[in-house]
């Protein structure tokens, strides 16, 4: 996936200004493809210039204004074309594996007090998407917000794993005697 169809995609839903898209941003597919706004204003930039998305005519231009973009004729086709595509998955990148790994090697020291942070994190995460979930997709039934949901659920199952799996870490991590840990 990239920014700009990210981007794309959220001017579909709703022709924004620069400031709006990036706070909507914040509250949807940031979750799922996070963006600074500096990138965002970039990308919107790269696209006008490309002519997929355009300014919307401002009924009283004046310098500093908002500009509200919309997506064009050719945006909409390159988002097809790329949303009918193959994209095959990257790999977990996460450095929370790689710190266990070298815990293995070096010793656990705070390693505990880290699995217990991310499982907070995690927790409210999962917190947070369920509330999402009951609040805006209790009856979907558009077939829009049916994928979107799926979208979320895709989330809930990520949040529900890493929580579970990090409940076993840590339980793990308890189970190994002061003097025979890793490292030790």
Known sequence: MSLPHAILTALLEKP?????????????????WPATHQQIYRELGKLEQAGFIRALPSEQ???GQKK??????AGRAELTAWASGEQDSKPVRNALLVRLRAAAVVGDAGLGEELHRHLALHRRQLAEYEEIEGRDFGTATEPEDRLR??????????????????????AEVAEMPPGERPGE
């Open 149 to 170: 949901r799926m979208v979320l659920r895709a989330g809930i199952g990520l949040e529900t794993f890493w929580v579970q799996w990090l409940e076993e870490a840590l």
């Open 16 to 32: 924004s200004s620069g400031l709006e898209l990036t706070r909507r941003f914040d509250r949807s597919i940031g979750y799922f």
């Open 61 to 63: 231009p004046s310098r």
């Open 68 to 73: 509200e973009f919309e997506v064009l004729p």
